[in-house]
């Protein structure tokens, strides 16, 4: 079993910034992809970004592509989301993720999840 515990969410006006993070333990997770999804009311969850364990292949959805970096401190068992440039739009709750590695552009499948943070982006 592995535990994420995301922290960083908050309210911040249009083209202010945000860093989320996402600390996990529990059962050793090598090899994992780790990643972010975000939901908001009546959809699903959407995948924002994803990172392999290597942290050498990175996936962004294309609406965030050029202003979100994902990276990980595997040593600190950490995963970020530095959010630049916010929009209204990105307003939802955040999940931090993480599982096995697959061989597709979304790097992982999404097996152990936190409980969220929200994100709030007024205009």
């Known amino acids: 079993q592995v535990y994420l515990v995301e922290s960083g969410g908050g309210m911040v006006q249009a083209g202010g910034s945000l860093r989320l993070s996402c600390s996990a333990s529990g059962q050793t997770f090598s090899n994992y992809g780790m990643g972010w999804f975000r939901q908001v009311p009546g959809q699903g969850r959407a995948s924002v970004a994803g990172?392999?364990?290597?942290?050498?292949?990175?996936y962004y959805k294309d609406s965030v592509k050029g202003r979100v970096t994902i990276s990980r401190d595997n040593a600190k068992n950490t995963v970020y989301l530095q959010m630049n440039s916010l929009e209204p739009e990105d307003t939802a709750v955040y999940y931090c993720a993480a599982g096995p590695e697959i061989k597709s552009r979304l790097i992982f499948i999404p097996t152990y999840w936190g409980q969220g943070t929200q994100v709030t982006v007024s205009s």
């Open positions: 990172i392999t364990w290597s942290g050498d292949t990175t």
